[in-house]
């Protein structure tokens, strides 16, 4: 399946412009969390389309229109402090893919599903960590099977309810580790600013 994943930024208006602030205007401060779910879905044969908004620093979705094309799934992370950025990311891809479900996850989402599932078109919220919750909803997305036992998702059935699936159970052994997949930009900025 082809999934797209975003990170979004802190931004704010500075001297009229719309700009990175705090420490992603310091320096970049790459998503975590992201660059693990895009290589988890790689090692499970899955094609990620990566747009890293804070390496960017950037919410304009315009430049990656094409590559988003055929998106089956887009999932968006956030902080409480890049929260507004991803509502600016929701509604450009609620234009560009009106169709395609949208999953939210990072600490914003994971402590507010409910208000983020209510006041934005998002379809999904994964709480805590996504690696397997990410992998089950792709198969469910894909195989168009019901999203119920997908573990600390947040969704919305067909009667409107908002449901909060369990969480899975506690990882006890890590049988098989994936690295963060940094993109190229990140790499190169990286080594020519001489980040660590
Ligand atoms: C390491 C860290 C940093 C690092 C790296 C952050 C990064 N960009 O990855 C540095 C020092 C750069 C940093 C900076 C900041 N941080 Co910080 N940071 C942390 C810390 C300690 C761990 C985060 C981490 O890397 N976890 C490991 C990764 C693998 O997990 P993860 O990012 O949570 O992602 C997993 C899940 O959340 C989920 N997920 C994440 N995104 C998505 C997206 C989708 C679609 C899905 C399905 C799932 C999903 O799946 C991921 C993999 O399991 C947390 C506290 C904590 N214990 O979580 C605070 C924390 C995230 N930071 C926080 C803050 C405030 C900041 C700053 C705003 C500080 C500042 N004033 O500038 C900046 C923001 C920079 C930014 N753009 O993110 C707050 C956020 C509070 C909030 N409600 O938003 C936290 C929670 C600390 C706290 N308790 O206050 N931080």
New binding site residues.
């Given amino acids: 399946m082809k999934v797209c994943?975003l990170?979004s930024?802190?931004m704010d208006v500075v001297d009229g412009a719309l700009r990175t602030i705090?420490?992603?205007a310091e320096r970049e401060?790459?998503?975590?969390?992201?660059h693990?779910?895009a290589a988890a879905l790689r090692a499970a044969g899955h094609e990620v389309v990566l747009v890293d908004l804070?390496a960017e620093q950037s919410v304009d979705l315009t430049p990656h229109e094409g590559a988003l094309k055929g998106c089956e799934l887009v999932?968006?992370?956030?902080?409480?402090?890049?929260w507004p950025s991803a509502r600016a990311v929701l509604h450009q891809i609620a234009r560009m893919l009106p169709t395609v479900p949208v999953?939210?996850?990072?600490?914003?989402p994971?402590?507010f599903d409910r208000y983020v599932l209510e006041t934005s078109p998002a379809t999904y919220v994964?709480r805590?960590?996504?690696?397997r919750?990410?992998l089950q909803?792709c198969e469910c997305v894909g195989a168009g099977r019901s999203v119920a036992d997908v573990p600390g998702l947040t969704w919305r059935a067909p009667d409107g309810n908002i449901v909060r699936n369990p969480a899975h159970e506690r990882t006890v052994r890590v049988r098989r580790a994936v690295a963060p997949s940094p993109s190229g930009r990140m790499a190169h900025r990286c080594a020519t600013k001489g980040d660590p």
């Fill in positions: 994943l990170a930024p802190m705090s420490m992603d401060c790459p998503s975590y969390g992201i693990m779910l804070i999932g968006v992370g956030a902080t409480s402090l890049s999953v939210l996850g990072g600490i914003h994971t402590m994964v805590g960590e996504g690696e919750a990410l909803l």
